[in-house]
């Protein structure tokens, strides 16, 4: 269908007033709007319902350009046009879930966005700044805004104006506006989204002029932004990881304690440390080797990239040493190869160091010495550079850990194989996590190994990282109150914008200051963030083992609850690769009603997968915490304490733990007594159900299989799952708990049933009543048999 405005009226409208304005539009094959205005060509295309991209030529000149944070492939559907006299509505023609709808008004031109006939955002137009072009969206007045990657800021990033440059910010507390992971993209208490789809530096205003506009300006020539919408939070971050990829599952290993510090400094120091985790009984799974594995300094050795003899004068042997411990060899790295370092030269003879403007390699001073930077957009430098990596997972390296990847220290007049400095600065942590997984299984794919995934920790990055496998930390956090403050603020942020992984250095990294209140609240936090890991500079230690004797008795307790959670963070990593829901997930995030602004600029309070409400400690000598608690009811994880939904309530504190609420009626799976993930079977998994009679009903999968691993290699089809299925439905004389399985080697299944909520009369397993101490508030249930995979459970 075609429709053509006169020419001259709208010349005339135009010419005018000094704003664009429309003269031909047309929907092509494959979804496709074609506008053309009097500045240039608008093409958008639907990707899929609730996902929109609009790309803008100007003056009519097309450059093809591709998205570094987009994989999905535009919808082949059929688009449905209403005309007016003004405008003209499109939308998918159709819509069973809700479809954005895109309305344009032709004089002056606007491009509104429209979900459930509410309006979103209004795209007011192109222009050009100082640095290059800017873009303005207009939104309402009342919305929360979030977004624009990880930022020590309230949770509401409204009035905001944030630089788009990856930049470290060590020892920062409670306010750091720019940090080493910068995403262009900002998210909406309105449950839409508006991703600006150029990685170049810039800058993204959040209506920091109190004008209801957000405005994106960027040195790219990429002008193409998408627009992201859902019914709840799950539908709009399914699609937009959908868009821009999701990610696999890390390795059960790296959901256990990590012995880390910056630094280890010799093969002695590391086994002795591993060793104390032994005799303490201490639950480990891997320990990070900094930068002294490489050199016996600071300075002069970074780029050395082989094992330091005379401090490792065995990494082989001590690498399997470890590993016949379960203990996994983890290694810092960084992109910069010092002309001091031994692989200078080699570097040069492979071409791998970014040039600069006449085409010589560019060499400068930072703070580790004088260095050159590997360009991991030339094909001929990530070969290179990948060479030094297989040689050290041939070693049995189970990861890497990629620091300075801002790149920390970026010349503007550098270029890379790809673009200047400053266009490809944002993109550099995303192309060099990329090499290191696609190369990693490349090799285990040829050695017939499809279920090894890299473990691959990087502070850095862009949209759509989370594809990579990265895995993401923020960055050299204080040691103090301050920085304890900021994280579950950045975690949260970092989980809506797709990277799941978000994490930081428990106890703190920067400085001398001791504290065993701070340490031991930021490790009880850390049982309930995405990786458990603390790390610090040398000053004060980060491990447990080095603590007085009631820090390490609290630290052990601290880690030992993380490992019973085992099971249940499998299955969250699993949901997180499904459907792009995040681990750790905002206050607001299951929100059936509006309760007002606070929880949605709340970040002290969050979720722990669906089942768990964490409200950690983040101030000295705390003795009370307000708690808002969602719809339902929640139990307090450890009295069983029920508060009702919809209301704060005030908890008293205890140095033993942070305050922790269970879903009424969850299904939690847990395990006891693990000292390392390796010695993990799903035949030891218990099921703790927390019964209360409320009128409700709900099903639970949970994948399992042999060590929580699953098939993530294949080369056609989804990965492997296997599953549990729980089921429960409650009315006012009884809850009945149907169980299926779908694992053919596994016959009985475990239960733990919490009675916290009144008095229970009987029990019936498989229709058999059961023997049960009427006074206790838990029945375990061992051994459940499962015929044809099938049990029941009745409890009345």
Sequence with gaps: MKFFLSFGLIALSFLATGQDAVNFYSIEKKGKLRIETFSGVYEIFYYREGVVETNYYPEWQKTESTSHAVIDDYADIDLKMEEKEDMIIVAPDFSPNGSIEIRVQFDPFELSYWYDDSLLCTQVGFGSDSIGYDLQMNISDNEVLYGGGARALPMNRRGKKLELYNRAHYGYETEAPLMNFCIPMFLSSKRYAVHFDAPGTGYLDLDSKNKNIVEFSTVSERRTYQVIAGKTWEQLLSNWTGLTGRQMPPPVWALGNFASRFGYHSQEEVESVVQQFKEDEIPLDAIILDLYWFGDSIKGTMGNLEFHKDSFPDPEGMIQGLKDQGIK??????????????????????????????????????????????????????????????????????????????????????????????????????????????????????????????????????????????????????????????????????????????????????????????????????????????????????????????????????????????????????MNHRNGTPLMRPLFYYADRWDGTEIYENDSIYFWGKDFLVAPVLHKSQEKKAVYFPSGCWYDFYSGELHEGHQWDTVALTMKHIPVFVRANAFVPMVEGLQNTDAYDPNDVTIHFYHAKRVGSDTVVIDESSKGGINLMKKQGPPDFNAFRFSYVTDSKRTLIKIHNSMEEINTVDFLLHLWDGKVRKIRVNGKKIKFNKKSKECPLNDIQLTDGRATIEIK
Excluded at 399 to 404: A, P, Q, T
Excluded at 448 to 461: C, E, T, V
């Design 329 to 574: 060899t983890v290694l810092v790295t960084e992109p910069f190869i010092l002309t001091t370092s031994n692989r200078w030269e080699e570097a040069l003879e492979n071409d791998a160091i970014a040039k600069d403007t006449a085409g010589n390699p560019l060499t400068y001073e930072f703070y580790f010495g004088n260095t050159g930077l590997v360009d991991v957009f030339s094909p001929q430098a990530r070969k290179w550079f990948w060479e030094k990596y297989s040689d050290l997972k041939a070693m049995g390296i189970a990861g890497f850990w990629g620091d300075l990847g801002e790149p920390e220290v970026h010349p503007a007049e550098m270029m890379h194989a790809t673009g200047t400095a400053n266009e490809v600065h944002n993109i550099y942590g995303n192309r060099w996590a990329q090499m290191i997984q696609e190369e990693w299984q490349k090799e285990e794919a040829e050695n017939g190994n499809y279920s090894d995934q890299p473990f691959i920790l990087m502070r850095a990055g862009y949209s759509g990282a989370q594809r990579f496998g990265l895995i993401p930390w923020s960055g050299d956090v204080n040691r103090s109150w301050g920085g304890l403050q900021s994280q579950p603020g950045i975690a949260l942020q970092m989980g809506m914008q797709g990277l799941a992984y978000m994490h930081s250095d428990l106890g703190g990294f920067a400085g001398d200051y001791e504290d065993s209140e701070l340490y031991t609240r930021w490790l009880q936090y850390g049982v309930f963030q995405p990786i458990f890991r603390p790390h610090a500079q040398e000053e004060v230690p980060a491990e447990p083992i080095f603590w007085d004797a009631e820090t390490k008795q609290l630290a052990k307790e601290t880690i030992e609850l993380r490992y019973r959670l085992l099971p249940y963070n499998i299955q969250t990593t699993r």
